[in-house]
């Protein structure tokens, strides 16, 4: 049906104007509604980037030109108006640049790291004065064994021998060294210092054929030979035990030998330390290196007090490096022993108090620093000073 106005009415007009409506409710019944709204999202963002980057594109194009440039068909690159390309200077500052340029910045570090690569040569060292071999095999990260008997020329064996201008041997690696004599063997050598003769061999540093005779080798005599882990007996000095009542055993040890039976009184069987500073300054105890001591840390003048009661037995230089020296016998089979004095107080066959002064600290003798040697004897052998100080 047709009115006056020219519309129509009906089931056709109603479907005609219920077309979209009708659309969905279709897509719906069919189940396709909801991909078909995901699909129409994706395009309108997939539209929305395309107008930004084109929009983008021509802002970029059209910059050039607002400074006073032109952008060039045949050289894409943006210029301005001298023909010259655009630089970081011919751009707007950006708040944030010179924030993110110290951040991002790098360094410069002229000093180069070069890796530490282990030394295969035997050093030669000089002693200074205040060197002790702890210090010394410190220094080089060695044990002090390794620098006593790397060094039998030197210090014989003595731990005490060390004087400042020596020149020792500093060895690589932990162990000792040998000077090749002719006609030794290589197996022979080896088993000495307890060690293969194949650990010889193996040491790079001292370039020896590993296809070698070790009963026969033709190495050059006077050849120093590393001996990694090598160990030896350590010759132990002669040190008579000095007693009240035979001080004059003591003669063979220099003039501060006593030479009369003395009386006087005993100890208490408890010992106090000597000096004013209870650490070490040089050797630890350790008699397998001919030091059955300890060295107590302190400077010329400190005084050195009796660790017990007792008698004196010696009094003075000591000839075998211990330079001025004082023995006091404690009765019951204890001794003790001051060295390197630097001035003795008390004389032999005075009785002595625990605590009273005997002496004062210094560097006589064998030394290369202040310091006291102190020894604690029982019967004939050494006893460790720590077990029985406080």
């Known amino acids: 049906m047709t009115h006056t106005d020219g ?68 050289s894409p690159e943006p210029t301005t108006a001298s023909g010259a390309a655009i630089g970081l200077s011919d751009l707007p500052p950006f708040s944030g640049g010179p924030l993110l340029s110290a951040i991002v910045q790098r360094r410069v570090d002229g000093h180069t790291e070069i890796p530490s690569r282990p030394r295969l040569d035997v050093l030669k060292y000089v002693v200074q004065a205040g060197d002790s071999l702890f210090g010394i095999a410190e220094k080089f990260g060695l044990k002090p064994e390794t620098l006593l008997w790397g060094n039998y020329d030197v210090l014989a064996d003595d731990p005490h021998a060390l004087q400042p201008g020596q020149e020792l041997d500093v060895l690589p690696v932990d162990g000792t060294s040998h000077a090749w004599i002719e006609g030794e063997s290589l197996a022979k050598v080896a088993e000495f210092f307890g060690v293969t003769a194949q650990d010889i061999l193996d040491w790079p540093g001292n370039n020896l054929d590993p296809e070698i005779d070790v009963n026969n080798p033709s190495i050059v005599s006077g050849t120093l030979l590393v ?27 220099g003039a501060g030998a006593c030479g009369s039976v003395y009386d006087g009184p005993n100890g208490t069987g408890t ?30 003048g400190h005084s050195i007090t009796a660790s017990d009661s007792g008698v004196v037995v010696y009094a003075g230089w000591n000839d075998w490096g211990y330079g001025l020296v004082v023995v006091i016998d404690h009765g019951n089979d204890w001794q003790t022993l001051y060295a390197h004095l630097s001035q003795v107080n008390v004389g032999c066959g005075q009785a002595v108090f625990q605590g009273n002064l005997i002496g004062l600290m210094g560097c006589t003798g064998n030394c290369s620093g202040d310091h006291l040697h102190f020894e604690v004897r029982y019967g004939d052998g050494f006893v460790n000073p720590w077990n029985v100080l406080p």
Not at 22 to 30: D, H, I, P, Q, S
Not at 236 to 252: G, H, S, W
Not at 274 to 297: E, K, M, R, V
């Open 7 to 74: 519309s129509e009415s009906g089931p056709r007009a109603t479907r005609n104007g219920d077309r979209p409506r009708g659309l969905w409710a279709e897509l719906e019944r069919r189940g396709w509604k909801a991909p078909a709204q995901r699909y129409m999202a994706h395009i309108a963002v997939a539209a929305i980037v395309i107008v930004g980057v084109l929009a983008g594109r021509s802002g970029f194009l059209a910059f050039p030109q607002a400074l006073g440039g032109e952008v060039s068909s045949a």
């Open 227 to 253: 001996i990694p882990e090598g160990k030896r007996e350590v010759s132990t000095l002669y040190r008579p035990r000095i007693t009240r009542a035979n001080p004059a055993v003591a003669r063979i040890l």
């Open 271 to 300: 010992f106090n330390w000597p000096t004013p500073l209870h650490y070490l300054s040089g050797f630890d105890y350790n008699p397998s290196l001919g030091h059955p001591a300890i060295d107590i840390a302190g400077d010329t």
